[in-house]
């Protein structure tokens, strides 16, 4: 028996193996790495992002946009994921689907998306230089990036919005409008509620993809900074790989606190319980 169990053990052993192999080579090695490279230049390469007023720009930059297409993103998504939920008419699952057609792009297409619209050869610059307007263009700085991370987060909040608000229980809001309850107090006392595990998941996992979007960054962002695209610069164009690794360990720590938090929050229903 003891026998049987040890060569159990080690079959087990032996197939894990290469998972632990490969997650040592490729996460927890680079991870390590990447938190001790900022102390060959000194501590205080730690704090760099604190500390010198154009990496603190980049953050305040990144955090302020992240943040405001991540409330957009909530607010457009539920009305439109309820909406498509509590209404059955014909070619709704067509809608839905070109709706959520952009989770099929990179963000590089995006971006493309935008300057075919806002840039200097777009729709809009060609419709104001008609008008004798000038050729106005909005692609490339924060109205563009703006657009651009809203129309690649939308589609995430109203596939999940949809999703949640068709399991909900229709039950709950017709005995509340049965009790007298107003539009807004079935908002408040139902939906809230139902979808609020939801909003918090689908808030956390917007803010964090704004926050590490570098695709459509790269393409809009050359005259409104975000941190990935200093990143991409500290590390590329000037080499200063230790800078580079203290402001990815900045980035990374803000994005996993937020998903930390929500989870938290969301509590049994976000861990499935």
Same mark, same amino acid.
């Given at each position: *028996? ?14 894990? =193996? ?57 607010? &457009? ?18 809608? &839905? ?44 700085? &924060? ?14 909040? +109203? ?8 399991? *909900?229980?229709?039950? !709950? ?37 704004? *926050? ?8 809009? =962002? ?6 990935? +695209? ?16 203290? !402001? ?8 996993? &606190? ?7 929050? =969301? ?7």
């Amino acid at each position: *028996m003891h026998s049987g169990s040890l060569s159990s053990r080690r079959w087990l052993g032996a197939c894990a =193996a290469p998972a632990v192999a490969f997650f040592a080579a490729f996460w927890l090695l680079p991870i390590v790495q990447l938190l001790v490279l900022p102390a060959q230049n000194g501590w205080r390469t730690y704090f760099a992002v604190l500390s010198d007023s154009r990496y603190l720009q980049s953050l305040l930059n990144t955090l302020g946009l992240s943040v405001a297409v991540t409330l957009l993103t909530l607010v &457009l998504g539920a009305a439109v994921g309820i909406a498509l939920a509590r209404h059955r008419f014909r070619g709704r699952q067509l809608l &839905l689907s070109l709706l959520t057609l952009p989770l099929s792009f990179p963000g590089v297409i995006i971006g493309f998306f935008i300057i075919l619209l806002g840039g200097r050869q777009g729709l809009v610059a060609d419709l104001t230089d008609w008008l004798g307007l000038g050729r106005s263009t909005f692609a490339y700085g &924060l109205t563009g990036l703006f657009l651009a991370y809203l129309y690649f987060s939308l589609p995430r909040a +109203i596939a999940s919005y949809t999703a949640a608000a068709a399991a *909900m229980d229709a039950q !709950l809001e017709e005995a509340s409008r049965s009790l007298g309850a107003s539009r807004w107090r079935v908002v408040w006392d139902v939906w809230l509620p139902e979808l609020g595990a939801t909003t918090l998941a689908c808030g956390a996992i917007v803010f964090a993809t704004a *926050m590490g979007a570098f695709g459509t960054a790269f393409t809009l =962002a050359s005259k409104f900074e975000v941190l990935p +695209i200093t990143i991409y610069n500290e590390f590329t164009n000037y080499a200063n790989f230790a800078l580079a690794a203290s !402001l990815s360990i900045t980035l990374g720590l803000i994005t996993w &606190l937020a998903l930390f938090a929500a989870r938290r929050a =969301a509590g049994p229903v976000a861990a499935g319980a």
